[in-house]
């Protein structure tokens, strides 16, 4: 059978790829699966580029787990989706817990930004610059930066990470852009108002965790096009399909038509550039952890067998 990635260029995207996570480096069955190129051409780190992993205390920073993953990367011949540098969850607390001013957590975005950027230039295709700006019903997320900046942070965001590695593509990454409503009318809304502002903004991710049987094509498929109107990319950037626990053999079937049909949406649109999944097989997934009573959401199973939604991928390429 296809492997992914090949399937993925072969039908002209610039990859298929996964998440992983560093303590998942130890068990070599997964990693010779994770290392195949032809299987996945791309990978992001699940948490090691994080806030809270990359600068636990203020200016102290600790590359270690973000370079494991990007050296990875670099000896297997994959690039790099870097993940994320501004996001209201997996802060550390000095940043949740101090109360700035403007002027000072200006300065601590920029300091953030531009040295884990400039630490990882040249290395990466793309920065979640932002991560999840919003509520479901399209208003700004309130946390430490919009309270303190309102929506100026992303702006000092996105300027600081351009300035520190001019060829790294920014996104803002978001959930349930999948569906038509108010969540993705703000985020057009703001990705007009970046370009009107002339701030740097290349592309949106559209996280993609999905609920067994909730994929609506035609409302991904909008969205998408609504984007790519604005002059950005988009891409499928955490795509994974829980199931209710257990998982029937008609689950199954329903999830490769599930992840054929996501697949086949970022086919209609050229300016969706890739698929990453996050992480390949349900032995890794955060699913059973964060929904209780779901998983199975992965295209291989826990004993990293592919699973009928791996050839759902196939055909959706
Ligand atoms: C998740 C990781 O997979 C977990 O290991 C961690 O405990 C919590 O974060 N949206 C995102 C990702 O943008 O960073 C999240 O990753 C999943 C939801």
């Not at 791309?42 to 102290?60: C, Y």
């Not at 501004?86 to 953030?112: F, G, K, M």
């Not at 992303?154 to 959930?175: F, G, H, M």
């Not at 097989?281 to 699913?287: F, G, N, V």
Request: net charge negative; proline share 4%.
């Amino acid at each position: 059978t296809v492997a992914l990635n090949v399937a993925a260029k072969a039908a002209g995207k610039l990859y298929f790829g996964t998440a992983t996570d560093n303590p998942e480096l130890t068990n070599t069955a997964y990693v010779t699966i994770l290392n195949n190129t032809a299987m996945f051409g791309q990978l992001t780190p699940g948490n090691s580029m994080k806030w809270d992993a990359i600068e636990p205390e203020q200016n102290v920073f600790d590359f270690t787990g973000g370079d494991q993953i990007a050296d990875l990367a670099e000896q297997t011949g994959k690039i790099i989706r870097g993940h994320n540098l501004v996001w209201y969850s997996q802060l550390p607390s000095w940043v949740t817990d101090t109360t700035w001013t403007a002027e000072t957590l200006t300065s601590v975005i920029q300091t953030h930004v531009t040295t884990e950027v400039s630490h990882y230039a040249g290395k990466i295709y793309a920065w979640d610059v932002i991560n999840e700006p919003f509520n479901d019903d399209g208003t700004f997320r309130t946390d430490v930066f919009y309270d303190t900046l309102n929506s100026t942070y992303i702006n000092i965001a996105l300027t600081a990470a351009r300035a520190a590695d001019p060829d790294a593509k920014l996104y803002i990454n978001e959930y349930n852009l999948e569906y038509t409503g108010a969540k993705i009318d703000a985020m057009v809304q703001l990705v007009t108002d970046l370009k009107a502002s002339g701030t740097p903004i290349d592309g949106i991710g559209i996280e993609s965790h999905y609920i067994l049987g909730d994929v609506s094509a035609s409302e991904l498929q909008t969205n998408m096009e609504a984007l790519t109107a604005l002059g950005v990319e988009v891409a499928i950037t955490e795509l994974d399909v829980r199931i209710d626990l257990p998982a029937t053999d008609a689950d199954l079937e329903q999830q490769k038509s599930d992840y054929e049909t996501v697949v086949g949406v970022c086919m209609a649109v050229s300016g969706c550039v890739g698929v990453t999944i996050w992480d390949y097989t349900d032995y890794y997934s955060w699913i059973p952890a964060t929904f209780p009573g779901y998983g199975a959401a992965c295209p291989w199973d826990e004993n990293l067998v592919p699973k009928p939604a791996y050839d759902g991928i196939v055909l959706g390429f």
